[in-house]
């Protein structure tokens, strides 16, 4: 039995973050951002981190992009630079996690035995894909860039943080899997399902968080 407390806080956080996601899609709408991928990168990021999202974005995001004077000395960069970087990929693995999840749900699918295993696969390679394709319409534009040079480029700043992404997120989601939820196992149904999914992903955020300061001070990716 899922405990009555839990199911009220996971109600109050999906509210929380579509309300957060609406009022910024609201807020784009009247003034769109300057990278138009930043556009979905933004609610994405409320409905996985309710309330945070949506102050990081009224606090920081509607002036990110190119805005050098977070630059720091000698090339380095600032915590929101890092923070927008960091929320760029965690947008694309969540909306993966989201999309992946019903699907595996859906179709009973399993790996070794276990539907988690299926999760791990089809997550990882959704993750990748629109990782790879968020950062593509933020590079591509920003270095003018052709088809092939963008991927390329999109690849090699994109890639060691959906991965570490995914690890944050995959390590929580074993220990609600195996420890906290093994009989019965919680379906995309449930709201407590997408409450332990959000702190998931907001694990994996924070796991991705030391990789993009690694790939913005080598200059694999570009602050935005």
């Not at 629109?130 to 090699?156: C, D, H, N, R, W």
């Not at 332990?196 to 955020?205: A, R, T």
């Not at 993009?212 to 602050?223: E, I, Q």
């Amino acid at each position: 039995m899922i405990p009555f407390w839990l199911m009220v806080i996971a109600w109050f956080s999906l509210s929380a973050s579509v309300l957060g996601a609406a009022a910024i899609a609201i807020d784009e709408f009247r003034r769109p951002q300057t990278m138009w991928v930043m556009n979905l990168v933004w609610p994405l990021t409320s409905l996985y981190a309710p309330v945070i999202g949506v102050w990081a974005y009224f606090a920081f995001g509607r002036t990110a992009g190119g805005d050098d004077d977070a630059r720091g000395a000698g090339g380095d960069v600032n915590w929101k630079q890092i923070a927008v970087s960091t929320s760029h990929c965690g947008a694309g693995c969540a909306l993966a996690d989201m999309i992946g999840e019903n699907i595996v749900f859906a179709g009973h699918w399993s790996l070794l035995g276990q539907m988690l295993y299926a999760e791990y696969a089809v997550t990882l390679a959704l993750a990748w894909t629109l990782g790879i394709a968020f950062q593509y319409f933020a590079i591509k534009p920003m270095k003018q860039l052709s088809t092939g040079e963008a991927l390329v480029a999109s690849a090699k700043a994109d890639t060691l943080s959906i991965v570490f992404f995914q690890v944050g997120m995959y390590g929580w989601m074993a220990v609600v899997y195996f420890v906290l939820f093994a009989h019965p196992h919680l379906e995309p149904r449930s709201a407590v399902f997408w409450l332990m999914m959000q702190i998931g992903m907001m694990l994996g955020y924070v796991t991705a968080w030391p990789v993009n300061v690694w790939l913005l001070r080598r200059g694999f990716k570009k602050a935005m």
